[in-house]
C-alpha cells in the first residue's frame, strides 16, 4: 500500500490559489463580493472567480480589479461543479501552489481580517482545513434515514498540496457525480468529501469547531459567537432561512449583524445584497427589522436637516384636523401636497389647512388628481413631479381614508395605528428620520401589518398576487416574492426616500389603470401597488424597516401572543412543527366533509393525492363551478343580488 505524503505547514513565502465561485439572478455582481474578493486578494498569489450563469458588463467591472481571471459557466452542478470545472481548468498549473482555497459567495466577510485565521491554521500540519463543521448526525436530517458524517463545510475548504497533487484527489473529481438539485450538491458532496479523504488517510483540521461552541451548527445557529472569536466570515443563510426553523432555534439575525458591525464590517453591503435577493418579510423577520422608537429623540437634530415633502390624500374637508394636524409631529421645514379629487374643496381645505397654523410648514400646494386608485394614484401620478429625484431626500405619505367595511373601533385604531405608528410625536419622528440618516440604503419604513381587527394574516396576497407578479415582470423586479402575506404598508401610510419607488412612479400606469374592477378577476391595482413597495425598492437596494410606538407594541405583542397560543393550543410542537402539520393538511375551508377528508388524505396518504391530482382537480373545478352556478341561480329567482 502507497504511503501518504507527510502533513505539512503551509510554507513561508507559500502561494496560494483562491477560487471563488459566484452566481447571481440578474447576471450582475452584488456589491458585497468585490469586497470580500479585495480581502481574499490579499492572501491570495491567484484569484480564479468561477460565474455561474450569465455576467453582465457591469459585473464583470466589478471582479476585474479584484481577480485575475474570470470563468464564465452555466450553474449546472452549483457551486461544486464550478470548483471541479476551475480545477480542470487549471490543470497541471496546480502543482505552482501550496495551498488551494475552494470557496463561494454565501458568506460575507471579511468580518476583520483574513489574515489571523489564515496565519494560524497556516501552522498546522494538515492535508486539508475548513473554517468551520459539522456534528455526525442520525437519522440524516435531509433525508429523515442513515447517517449524515461529521464534515467540514464546503463553503470553505483549503487542501494542501500533498493532497491535491494525489491519486486520491484527480480520481476523487474525475468520479464526481452529476447534482441537479441542491439537496444532491450536499448528500453527493459536501457531507461526503471529508469522510472520504479522511477515510484515505489524509488528515484534516478546522479554524472554528463546532465542539467550542454550544450547538452543533454555530455556523447557522452562532453566527454571533464566531464573529466574536474573531471568525473573518459570516453565513448569509441566517438572514434569509425560513423563519420558523429559526426561530425553533432561537437564532437573532440582528444580533448576527450588530455583531458584525462591531467588529467593522460594512453592514450597508448585507442590507443592499438581501434587500435585493431576499423575499422582505422573511429578512424582516429573520433580521428583526423592526423598530420600536420612544418619543424621547435618541440623535441630536442634523445640521443639515433632510429636505421633506408630505403628499397628504383627503376625501372631505373634516379629514384635514386629524391627517394634516398629525404632521405638527415632523420637527423640520417641510413642503405640504394636498390632492383632492373634488375641485370644489380645494379653497375649503386650503384655509383648513392654513387655520392649523402648522410651525414647520413651508410651502402648500393642493391640487386635484383624477378618482381613480384613491391616495395611490394620487401620489404615483398626480404627484409624479414631487418624486422627481433630487428634489427631496424624504417623502411622507399620508392619507384621510378609513376602511368603510369595518366596524368603528377597526376604523378607529385603523386611524391611530397609521398616523401614531408614523407621526406619534417630534421626538418620536426624529427618532424615524435618524434611521434613515444611518442607513443610506433604507428605503422606506411604515408600521407593521395590522390584526387587531384585522384578518390580514394568513392571506394578505389574496387575489392580488397574480397581477403583482406580472407587474413585477414588466418593471424589471426580481426579489422573491413572500408567501401568503407580502411585506407591506397596508395602511397606505409611510416614509420613504423618492428613488425607492422609482420604479412603481415609472410604471406608466394612466388613471383609467386603476378604475374599480369589474371582477376579482382584476383586481385594485392601488392595493396591487401598495403590497409592492418594499419588492421596487428591494430591486434597487433599498431595505425596509417596520416602525411601532411603545403603546402599539404593547397591544400588538400581547394581542398577538394571546392569538398564537390559542391557535396552537390543538397542534403538538414547536411552531415549526405546527406549521409544517398545517401546511401539509392544506386548506380548512369551513370544515365540512370533504375538506376533512382532503386534509386526512394530505396528512396520511399524500403520495395517493399526488397521483390523483391530475384527475380529481378538474373534476373539482367543475364542480365548485357548478354550485356557484347553482346559487345564483337561486338568488336570481328570489330576487336577490349576486354581489
Not at 384655509?351 to 394614484?377: F, K, N, Q
Request: aromatic share 10%; charged share 25%.
Amino acid at each position: 500500500m502507497t504511503s501518504l505524503p507527510v502533513p505539512v505547514v503551509f510554507p513561508v513565502g507559500g502561494r496560494r490559489l483562491v477560487v471563488y465561485v459566484v452566481w447571481d439572478r440578474r447576471g450582475g455582481v452584488e456589491d458585497f463580493v468585490p469586497f470580500a474578493l479585495a480581502g481574499l486578494r490579499e492572501q491570495g498569489s491567484r484569484v480564479l472567480v468561477v460565474v455561474n450563469g450569465s455576467l453582465s458588463e457591469e459585473g464583470r467591472a466589478k471582479l476585474e480589479p479584484v481577480s485575475d481571471e474570470i470563468l464564465v459557466r452555466s450553474n449546472a452542478g452549483f457551486d461544486i461543479w464550478a470548483h471541479k470545472e476551475a480545477l480542470d481548468h487549471v490543470g497541471e498549473s496546480i502543482a505552482e501552489f501550496d495551498e488551494v482555497l475552494l470557496t463561494n459567495d454565501t458568506w460575507f466577510g471579511p468580518v476583520g481580517s483574513f489574515g489571523p485565521v489564515l496565519d494560524r491554521m497556516a501552522g498546522r500540519p494538515v492535508h486539508f482545513w475548513g473554517m468551520t463543521d459539522h456534528v455526525r448526525q442520525e437519522p440524516n436530517p435531509f433525508t429523515g434515514k442513515g447517517v449524515l458524517p461529521y464534515h467540514l463545510q464546503s463553503f470553505w475548504i483549503a487542501v494542501r498540496r500533498e493532497m491535491f497533487l494525489s491519486e486520491a484527489w484527480r480520481r476523487y473529481w474525475a468520479e464526481l457525480p452529476e447534482m441537479p438539485t441542491y439537496f444532491d450538491a450536499v448528500l453527493k458532496h459536501e457531507a461526503v468529501f471529508t469522510e472520504v479523504f479522511a477515510d484515505a488517510g489524509f488528515t484534516h483540521d478546522v479554524a472554528y469547531p463546532e465542539s467550542d461552541y454550544p450547538t452543533e451548527h454555530p455556523a447557522l445557529f452562532n453566527a454571533d459567537l464566531l464573529v466574536d472569536d474573531g471568525c473573518p466570515l459570516v453565513k448569509r443563510r441566517p438572514l434569509f432561512h425560513y423563519p420558523p426553523f429559526l426561530n425553533r432555534h432561537a437564532v437573532s439575525g440582528r444580533r448576527v449583524v450588530s455583531a458584525m458591525a462591531r467588529h467593522g464590517y460594512p453592514v450597508d453591503l448585507v442590507w443592499r445584497n438581501l434587500a435585493r435577493n431576499v423575499q422582505p418579510k422573511v429578512l424582516n423577520t429573520d433580521a428583526g427589522m423592526l423598530e420600536v422608537l420612544s418619543d424621547e429623540a435618541r440623535e441630536p437634530d442634523p445640521e443639515h436637516p433632510p429636505r421633506l415633502a408630505a403628499v397628504a390624500h383627503l376625501t372631505k374637508t373634516d379629514d384635514v384636523p386629524r391627517v394634516i394636524g398629525a404632521l405638527r409631529a415632523i420637527p423640520h421645514p417641510f413642503d405640504l401636497y394636498v390632492t383632492l379629487t373634488d375641485a370644489r374643496a380645494v379653497e375649503e381645505v386650503g384655509a383648513a389647512v392654513a387655520g392649523l397654523d402648522l410651525t414647520g410648514l413651508a410651502a402648500v400646494d393642493v391640487r386635484v388628481v383624477p378618482p381613480e386608485g384613491r391616495d395611490m394614484s394620487a401620489l404615483l401620478i398626480g404627484c409624479r413631479d414631487v418624486l422627481a429625484e433630487d428634489r427631496y431626500d424624504l417623502i411622507v405619505k399620508v392619507h384621510g381614508r378609513t376602511p368603510r367595511q369595518r366596524s368603528a373601533n377597526a376604523r378607529r385604531y385603523f386611524s391611530r395605528y397609521q398616523l401614531e405608528n408614523l407621526l406619534n410625536s417630534p421626538g418620536y419622528v426624529r427618532n424615524v428620520l435618524a434611521l434613515f440618516a444611518k442607513e443610506p440604503g433604507l428605503g422606506v419604513v411604515y408600521p407593521p401589518m395590522m390584526h387587531v381587527g384585522y384578518t390580514l394574516p394568513g392571506r394578505a396576497w389574496s387575489f392580488y398576487l397574480p397581477r403583482a407578479k406580472q407587474i413585477c415582470e414588466s418593471l424589471g423586479i426580481q426579489v422573491p416574492l413572500d408567501g401568503i402575506s407580502p411585506l407591506a404598508p397596508y395602511g397606505g401610510m409611510w416614509i420613504g426616500r423618492p428613488q425607492a419607488i422609482r420604479r412603481l412612479v415609472e410604471a406608466g400606469f394612466r388613471p383609467a389603470d386603476y378604475a374599480k374592477p369589474t371582477s376579482k378577476a382584476v383586481p385594485a391595482l392601488a392595493k396591487v401597488m401598495e403590497r409592492l413597495v418594499s419588492y421596487a425598492a428591494g430591486e434597487d437596494g433599498f431595505h425596509t424597516r417596520t416602525v411601532i410606538t411603545g403603546e402599539h407594541a404593547a397591544i400588538s405583542h400581547t394581542s398577538m401572543e394571546y392569538k398564537v397560543d390559542q391557535l396552537a393550543s390543538t397542534t403538538p410542537g414547536y411552531p415549526l412543527e405546527q406549521i409544517q402539520f398545517l401546511h401539509r393538511a392544506g386548506w380548512f375551508g369551513t370544515g365540512g366533509a370533504v375538506a376533512m377528508l382532503r386534509m386526512y388524505m394530505n396528512i396520511n396518504h399524500r403520495d395517493v393525492v399526488l397521483r390523483l391530482h391530475p384527475v380529481l382537480h378538474p373534476i373539482g373545478r367543475f364542480a365548485r363551478f357548478g354550485l356557484r352556478t347553482a346559487k345564483a341561480a337561486v338568488r336570481t329567482v328570489k330576487g336577490g343580488r349576486d354581489d
